[in-house]
Structure formats: C-alpha cells, structure tokens
DNA sequence: GGAGTTCGCGAACGCTGTTCTCGAACTATA
DNA sequence: TATAGTTCGAGAACAGCGTTCGCGAACTCC
C-alpha cells in the first residue's frame, strides 16, 4: 500500500461492490469547492453531497489531503492541450492559458495548486505536453521541470490576482492606502495614485507578460 | 475598527496594562512554525508557547488568520535590502536572494506567502524597494505592482522546490516514476533517467534563471 | 448454502478556532 | 485616599473538524 493513492487500487475484486467511486467523490468534492470555497469542503460536506455517511469516504481515500490531489489532478485533467505548432514560447503560452480557463472555473484551484503540486495522471498529461513543446529545445531535465513548476505558479499568480481584482479585496490594499495616504514613502503614495483605473483587458497583459518571461526564461 | 490588524491601534491607553504585544506574540508563532511547521501553529501553541491561556491572544489579534498575516509580515521585514546599484535586473535578484534566505531560514514560508499576499509595514517596505529599483523603468503602476507579485511568487516557487528535493520527497515523485517505469509516455521516462544526478549548484541555477525571467519581463 | 471479503456508517475521540463571562489589575478623577 | 471606569487574563464551553473503531449488511466465490 503505497502512500500515493494513484497506485492504490480503485476497487476490490470480491466483498461487497462498491456505491461510489473515486471520480464521483472527486466530482463531488470539487463542486462543493465551486460552491462553497476550499474551507466549505469538509468530509462530511462531500458526504451530505453525496447522500452517504462521512466516514465512508475513507473507503475511497485515506485523508482528505489525497481527497485534495484528486482534485487537483482532475482540474488538471481538463485542461485543453492543443498540438504543438513549433513556437516553444506560443505553445507555453498556449498551455497557460488553459490552466487559466480551468482557475477562473475553479476560484479555490490556484491556492491549492500553488500549495501542494499533485501530480496524477491528469498532471503527468499536461507535463507530457510541456516535454513536447520542448522536445527540440537545449536544456537539462532539471531545468524543463524547472520550466514546468514555474508555468504553474505563474498561472496561478496571475489568476490570484485577477480573482481578488474582481473579488474587490479591499482588505488588501486597506493598509496600501493608508501607507499611501499617509505621505512617508513618496514611492507608495505615487503608486496608488496611478492605481485607481481597472485594467481594460487582463487577458492580453497577462499574454504578453507570460510571452515575455517565457522567452526571457528559453532564452 | 478596520478588519486589516496593522490599522488597528495596539495597546488602550487605559485600563489593566497588557502583559504582550503583537511582536512577542508574532515571534511566539514564528518560533513554533520553525520547530514544528505551519500545523503545529495553533492558538493554544501559542499560548503555552507564551506562558498564558488561549482565549488571552484574542486581546491582541482578532483571529488567527490575522496572526498569520502577522508572520508572513514579520518575515518580509527580516530581508535585507541593499541600495540599488541601477541595474534593475541584478537588484531584483539581489532582492530574491534576500527573501530566498528568510524563506530557508523559515520553511514554512513559501506555502503562507503564497496562499495569502499581506501587506504589512515589512511588505511595504520590500515593496518601496523595488519601486526604488523600478524608478526609472518604463511601466504603468499595475505592471510594477505585478513585477512585486510575480517576484514573491518566483521566490516561493524556487524555495519549495529546494525544500521539496532536500526534504527526501518521494511522494511527488512516486507515481512519475511509475509512469515512467511504465513505457508509455517515452517522454516522461526519459526525462526521469536523465533526473537522476542531483543539483550540484542550486544557487547559481536559481539565479540564472530569475536573471532571465525578469530580464525578459523587463523588455 | 456456507465461507470469506468488502462496504456503509453511527458513534466516539481528540483537536481546532472562537466566544462568553467574570474577577483582577490598572488609570484617571474627585 | 476612595471611587469609577476601563482593559486584561483566562477557565469553561461550543460547534465543527479529521479520523478511527466496530459491527451488521451485502456481495462473490467455492
């Protein structure tokens, strides 16, 4: 019994068949997260969701943190991969701006994902693809992980900040604006001055910054 | 009362004079953190940690999450900040080095500093820092803004995957073995025969690669 | 039909963050 | 020096959490 649970066996052959399985609890598991946020999801949460008792989950899986990697791995899984055209930095962009998709789907993903990196089926997919596009690029295998981890975290900073823009998260920027208002640190003050229209269209600054800490990174 | 904890004032001016303050209590959590993890930092820890009761640091903090915030705060304002040399790239590298060390120094850091971006005074001044450094950078407020958020989370992505190859964890790469054991996906099992050896310089690596990014953010 | 195995899950345990409450400790005023 | 007003410390309690135990029910295989 290894302590990954993508190595564990689903179901057992004999004894008493099974009401569920890991993907429904998975799928339940993450529309509660959708609903309700991260800290909505609790075992007994998912189990009311899913008509059964709390304890019963652990027939499927053995802590909720793996309950969490599932979860991961299946929003990783639906990420869409399109071929590779040959562009490294367009098709990386590309792959970002699909796990983008799957972020803004599931406002709770870019915290998790960026505190524990699960990598199940569904992630080895998307770092197969990464590979692909790097196949004809220099570079050890250390640096392409490397290259891989960040396109990740970079995602899901961009997609943090994106969130708590529209989530107008005052609590933010409250002591901003107080530093700001408060004249020391002329720096601040400036800032926050220039601060105050939204951004027109996110979706092509973020392009442009991924392409060009992309290109900056591939050299 | 504002909801964010570095606008509320800190001590009554009358009344029973308070035992603590907010700094002792910061470094009471920082100091359970270090020896026992993020898990270990619970409100009662902290208590005994202090020699006092639980429901006492509710005098002094509104919630437990504004004790985080409290770490996460007292930890940006242990980095060291050089005067910049005008080299923009080199001293927003030079700035990473810096929280690079406090996060080593605290390897709980990278997971808080990258679930919840708090602003305190120590923040702030990081901050200043790399306005000062962005002085005479092209760039509207929102692109500066986002060269400080991607900067922390380059940092904390670079330090977990430190702290994750040091700390012997083979459950990442459990099931990326397996499927590289496994035959399909020839490119992730090259990639993991190529993995073996590990990192001789993870300093300069980091560096290089931080100078390339931020080089290409830059223009 | 019996043996063997697994499943569902109520009940319970220990732990968590947080609130209530009240006596104690202090300052300011008279 | 007495009194009023305010804050602090912290024991007790509450709701909720993840997790474990144990047992009756449900199923497969021989």
Not at 125 to 145: Q, S
Not at 167 to 184: C, K, N, T
């Amino acid at each position: 019994m290894t302590d990954v649970i993508w190595l564990r066996p689903e179901r057992a052959a004999t004894g008493r068949p099974a009401a569920h399985d890991r993907a429904e609890i998975t799928a339940a598991a993450i529309s509660v997260a959708d609903r309700g946020g991260l800290d909505a999801v609790s075992m007994r949460s998912i189990a009311v969701e899913l008509g059964t008792g709390a304890a019963s989950l652990y027939r499927y899986v053995s802590s909720r943190d793996d309950l969490l990697d599932l979860m991961i791995d299946a929003t990783a899984a639906e990420c869409r991969l399109e071929p590779p055209t040959g562009d490294p930095v367009a098709d990386l962009v590309a792959v970002a701006e699909g796990l983008h998709e799957v972020m803004m789907r599931h406002p709770w993903l870019p915290e998790l994902a960026v505190t524990r990196p699960a990598l199940g089926p569904g992630g080895i997919a998307v770092l197969d693809h990464v590979l692909a596009v790097l196949a004809d690029h220099p570079g050890d295998a250390t640096a392409k992980l490397e290259v891989f981890a960040l396109l990740n975290a970079l995602v899901a900073t961009f997609a943090r900040n994106e969130l708590a823009a529209a989530d107008q998260s005052r609590r933010a920027v409250a002591y901003l604006s107080h530093v700001a208002a408060g004249g020391e640190r002329p720096r601040i003050s400036a800032l926050f001055d220039e601060l105050s229209t939204a951004d027109p269209d996110p979706r092509e600054r973020r392009a442009t910054a991924l392409a060009a800490l992309l290109s900056g990174l591939l050299g």
